[in-house]
């Protein structure tokens, strides 16, 4: 893997290189069999699926946030909170439109084996480029209440996002890490000593740390990934243009849910 790339997440430098960075598999072709789909997503805990969603779907949410930063809609706010476009939008018709749409509860129900309910904190994240923002490496499970395999995170980009634009990256094999372990290994490398959720914004040192690679993709708008709560995953920095992305996330029927889950999200709800 040869590239002059330069990434980093959260302001600190990860090398581009094959020691550190391998391409995320499209499992698209899985789309139509809904047995092999499950399967690989038990396997590996997170699928690729290129063009999961219309693109024209995808183009009217990426259009409606881009009016309302065009509006100023509260866009120097802190991002989410009351008054920013992506706090906005999350309440609008268009963005209950998109989450509904029926791709993400049919591969819920695939992949969580059985009925499933959407929940309502859904969110918005606009990066743009020199921000230095990121998210750390971390495993949705620390954020669910038990049993945490009943839920599952579908990752949408909403405009196309080539690696210098800072997506999503997936720990290799990390269904099989032991994630206490890593996070107690690599504690003094945090950042937020009062939230101990997150792992590390030290991306290289997840790596070294857990002999696994970050696996990378040049997305496309309306390609999905999913993938399990055990997943270690984390974002790097916007570098060149911006990046527009949506979480979406589903859960058993039967699942216990915490209530902030199913309340429409805010940047400083907490949860």
Same mark, same amino acid.
């Given at each position: 893997?040869?590239? +002059?790339?330069?990434?980093?997440?959260?302001?600190?430098?990860?090398?581009?290189?094959?020691?550190?960075?391998?391409?995320?598999? #499209?499992?698209?072709?899985?789309?139509?069999?809904?047995?092999?789909?499950?399967?690989?997503?038990?396997?590996?805990?997170?699928?690729?699926?290129?063009?999961?969603?219309?693109?024209?779907?995808?183009?009217?949410?990426?259009?409606?946030?881009?009016?309302?930063?065009?509006?100023?809609?509260?866009?120097?706010?802190?991002?989410?909170?009351?008054?920013?476009?992506?706090?906005?939008?999350?309440?609008?018709?268009?963005?209950?439109?998109?989450?509904?749409?029926?791709?993400?509860?049919?591969?819920?129900?695939?992949?969580?084996?059985?009925?499933?309910?959407?929940? +309502?904190?859904?969110?918005?994240?606009?990066?743009?480029?020199?921000?230095?923002?990121?998210?750390?490496?971390?495993?949705?499970? #620390?954020?669910?209440?038990?049993?945490?395999?009943?839920?599952?995170?579908?990752?949408?980009?909403?405009?196309?996002?080539?690696?210098?634009?800072?997506?999503?990256?997936?720990?290799?094999?990390?269904?099989?890490?032991?994630?206490?372990?890593?996070?107690?290994?690599?504690?003094?490398?945090?950042?937020?000593?009062?939230?101990?959720?997150?792992?590390?914004?030290?991306?290289? #040192?997840?790596?070294?740390?857990?002999?696994?690679?970050?696996?990378?993709?040049?997305?496309?708008?309306?390609?999905?990934?999913?993938?399990?709560?055990?997943?270690?995953?984390?974002?790097? #920095?916007?570098?060149?243009?911006?990046?527009?992305?949506?979480?979406?996330?589903?859960? +058993?029927?039967?699942?216990?849910?915490?209530?902030?889950?199913?309340?429409?999200?805010?940047?400083?709800?907490?949860?």
């Amino acid at each position: 893997m040869e590239t +002059k790339e330069q990434l980093s997440s959260n302001g600190i430098p990860i090398p581009f290189e094959a020691a550190r960075f391998v391409p995320m598999s #499209d499992r698209s072709e899985l789309l139509h069999n809904a047995h092999a789909l499950h399967d690989e997503y038990a396997r590996v805990g997170h699928v690729l699926l290129r063009g999961a969603i219309p693109f024209d779907v995808v183009d009217g949410l990426r259009a409606r946030f881009f009016e309302l930063m065009h509006e100023g809609s509260g866009a120097m706010l802190g991002h989410g909170l009351k008054g920013h476009p992506a706090h906005t939008l999350v309440r609008e018709p268009i963005f209950e439109g998109f989450t509904q749409h029926p791709t993400f509860r049919v591969l819920a129900a695939v992949l969580l084996d059985g009925p499933v309910v959407l929940l +309502k904190r859904s969110i918005i994240r606009h990066f743009v480029s020199g921000s230095r923002l990121a998210s750390r490496a971390h495993a949705d499970r #620390d954020y669910f209440t038990p049993p945490r395999h009943h839920f599952v995170t579908f990752w949408v980009p909403l405009v196309d996002v080539p690696l210098a634009a800072g997506g999503l990256v997936v720990l290799e094999d990390s269904v099989n890490v032991d994630i206490e372990n890593l996070r107690r290994t690599l504690d003094r490398t945090r950042d937020r000593l009062s939230d101990s959720r997150p792992i590390s914004p030290h991306l290289e #040192d997840v790596a070294r740390a857990s002999e696994r690679r970050w696996l990378f993709s040049h997305y496309r708008a309306g390609d999905v990934v999913a993938f399990s709560p055990q997943v270690v995953h984390a974002s790097l #920095d916007c570098q060149e243009g911006s990046r527009l992305s949506a979480d979406i996330r589903f859960a +058993k029927a039967t699942a216990q849910i915490d209530p902030r889950w199913m309340q429409p999200w805010s940047g400083d709800d907490g949860a």
